[in-house]
């Protein structure tokens, strides 16, 4: 069976225990407690196998030291060395493994829910004191055991939590092949079949594969390693990781996310990609109103923000080096430039970023007008603009683009306009770019042409004319003319047509006289 097979089989697998054990809950709330126990399972594999490795010298398997002579001793060492390269410990008696066991031990569902409890709070616990504290803190308080959702008596929400640890039990988690990134992708995978049924709040945490593969290859063109990748408002991590895969290697990822739900499920993506705890760094923050890495330049931010978010817009923010040197601020009902202007900020001199806005920012007025105009006029950041197509996000129907920016342009005496609106296929009720929709606007990007009806590159005197409205339909004209109507073999077809109802008009009354009765014509 091929890698690919494999990784199909396995999200699978996994998607099936998801739809089948949540029964009447709403797949929304399931998604927390099946991505916590797939983490856990994670953690516990990872766990066991490091510890194993520790104490091959010593002729000991991990579950051996519990009950050794030297038990303490071993732990003790254990501990200290997994939390330096893993960044957490669990004993033993703590791993996945055995409170599956223990909770369908003699064929009956035992209780383990206390003990689970424990377990998970134990992980974090674990860190207290540690570089890696920041990182695991919290990550399971959204594993709430003691909910309703599970089950209306304790004994039911335990039969449930049973279930779901025996089915994930019986997967295995081929983690020691540190070549292969099956599991977090199935992971990911995982996360966008929920995305795809969580309707309007799956926006919140997840961009579409598609649209982040985009982002991340116009972020790494031409690139085979990054300093460093940010996203201001990072999700689930989709984006971060999306750009990893682009290049061959990247030094840190930074992002930041308000959510502290979405926010504790991109630092367990992260760890499932395999991402070491030092190389991460996530903060659960308002990314506009506290900005946690405002000190920082990166390489490459890519961003999906929250489309024509509400935001202060306090005057206070005209003294913020984001913000003070255009003059004006984003409108508060519209933070959409706010986001753009937090990271062009944070933009390296030889950084790229792209983001994704609606299309009410190419062409408002008022002060979105005052810092388009300054942000090409006065800066020259602009580098592209894409257009999308619609209904391509999850809760959303609208059209949107993407801006490019760069602090040091090559083209900086025009902007790149690509209408990619026309250029998808409808899944369900969704619509998806394709593998060559795709490729075609990654060529376009790299190649800057003019290719009739899809790109055009405009002299910035163009965009002045404009009055920097940058609406795409200025710039590359789509419109298609019908095709001149043929009077004469219109005419011909009229005859035709008389001919036949004639015949056939007599063929009736010929058939009423047959019958004899009142012929209608």
């Not at 398997?61 to 060492?77: I, L, S, W, Y």
């Not at 005057?315 to 409108?331: C, E, I, Q, T, V």
């Not at 339909?473 to 043929?486: K, L, M, Q, S």
């Amino acid at each position: 069976m091929s890698d690919q097979e494999q990784k199909q089989e396995l999200e699978q697998k996994l998607w099936n225990i998801a739809n089948t054990l949540r029964g009447k809950m709403d797949a929304d709330d399931f998604r927390d407690y099946i991505l916590g126990f797939i983490f856990f399972k994670y953690l516990s594999k990872k766990m066991d196998l490091y510890a194993n490795e520790i104490l091959a010298p010593d002729k000991l398997t991990f579950q051996q030291v519990e009950g050794h002579a030297q038990e303490e001793a071993f732990m003790d060492a254990i501990r200290d060395a997994a939390l330096d390269k893993l960044g957490y410990f669990l004993k033993p008696s703590e791993l996945f493994s055995e409170l599956a066991r223990r909770g369908n031990a003699g064929g009956k569902n035992n209780f383990i829910l206390d003990d689970l409890a424990k377990v998970l709070t134990g992980i974090e616990q674990s860190t207290m004191g540690a570089e890696s504290e920041e990182d695991f803190g919290n990550l399971f308080e959204d594993l709430d055991l003691t909910s309703s959702k599970l089950g209306k008596s304790e004994t039911d929400k335990n039969e449930l939590i049973v279930k779901v640890l025996a089915h994930l039990e019986q997967i295995d988690f081929d983690i020691a092949n540190t070549e292969s990134d099956m599991l977090g992708d199935a992971y990911e995978y995982l996360i966008g079949k929920f995305a795809s049924g969580a309707g309007k709040k799956a926006g919140e945490f997840y961009t579409p594969q598609q649209v982040s593969s985009v982002l991340a290859q116009l972020v790494t063109l031409g690139k085979d390693k990054l300093k460093n990748v940010y996203d201001p408002t990072c999700g689930s991590g989709s984006l971060l990781l999306r750009v990893a895969k682009e290049v061959g290697t990247v030094g840190a990822f930074y992002g930041q996310e308000s959510n502290p739900t979405t926010y504790n499920l991109c630092r367990m993506n992260m760890i499932m990609h395999d991402v070491h705890y030092k190389r991460f760094d996530i903060k659960n923050e308002d990314t506009l109103e506290r900005p946690q890495h405002i000190d920082q330049r990166f390489e490459a931010i890519v961003a999906n923000p929250p489309f024509s978010a509400n935001w202060s817009a306090s005057p206070l923010f005209m003294s913020d080096d984001r913000f003070s040197a255009y003059g004006k601020l984003a409108p508060r009902t519209k933070a959409d430039f706010a986001f753009l202007q937090h990271m062009v900020h944070q933009l390296d001199d030889n950084g790229t970023m792209a983001i994704v806005l609606p299309h009410g920012v190419l062409f408002r007025g008022a002060a979105e007008g005052h810092i388009r105009q300054y942000l090409i006029k006065d800066k020259n950041y602009l580098d592209t603009v894409i257009g999308l197509p619609a209904n391509i996000f999850y809760g959303t129907s609208i059209p949107t683009s993407i801006l490019v920016l760069k602090k040091g342009r090559v083209a900086k005496d025009n902007v790149l306009f690509i209408d990619a609106s026309q250029h998808f296929e409808k899944v369900k009720t969704q619509n998806v770019l394709r593998p060559e929709d795709i490729k075609k606007i990654i060529n376009t990007y790299e190649q800057r042409v003019t290719t009739d009806k899809y790109s055009y590159v405009a002299p910035l005197s163009e965009i002045a004319e404009n009055d920097y409205n940058l609406n795409i339909p200025r710039y590359v004209d789509t419109f298609e003319e019908e095709a001149p109507v043929d009077l004469a073999a219109v005419a011909t077809d009229l005859k035709t047509l008389d001919k036949e109802m004639a015949t056939t008009d007599a063929t009736i009354a010929d058939f009423c006289k047959e019958l004899e009765i009142d012929s209608p014509f």
